[in-house]
């Protein structure tokens, strides 16, 4: 049976920093490229860091960029975001996704709320 299941989320204020684990289970962890995505209140769902293959380098989306990091552990089967310096704007749903070559798998969400 295949999980994700994202932990971490919960209310912080601007400044502030939250790590959000994934942790998954029910198929290959390292054959899989980790991504980070959220949503917002009446928006898309958006990419917030990730990577095109299980080794490669992470792309961040703009608002990421230098506040954000991706990092996995393959022993641990779990995948990482740790976000500083948050911001109002971070506030969504954040969510874990796993790409294959066939098949892609997504948890189901974890709330980050900033407020002051």
């Known amino acids: 049976q295949v999980q994700l299941v994202e932990s971490g989320g919960g209310s912080v204020q601007p400044g502030g920093s939250l790590r959000l684990s994934c942790a998954v289970s029910g198929f290959r962890f390292s054959s899989y490229a980790m991504s980070w995505y959220r949503q917002a209140p009446g928006e898309e769902r958006e990419l917030v860091a990730g990577t095109s293959s299980p080794g490669g380098s992470t792309n961040y989306a703009d608002s990421a960029k230098g506040r954000f990091t991706l990092s996995r552990d393959n022993a641990k089967n779990t995948v990482y975001l740790q976000m500083n310096s948050l911001r109002s704007e971070d506030t969504a749903v954040y969510y874990c996704?796993?790409?294959?070559?066939?098949?892609?798998?997504w948890g189901q969400g974890t709330q980050v709320t900033v407020s002051s």
């Open positions: 996704h796993a790409r294959g070559r066939d098949t892609q798998y």
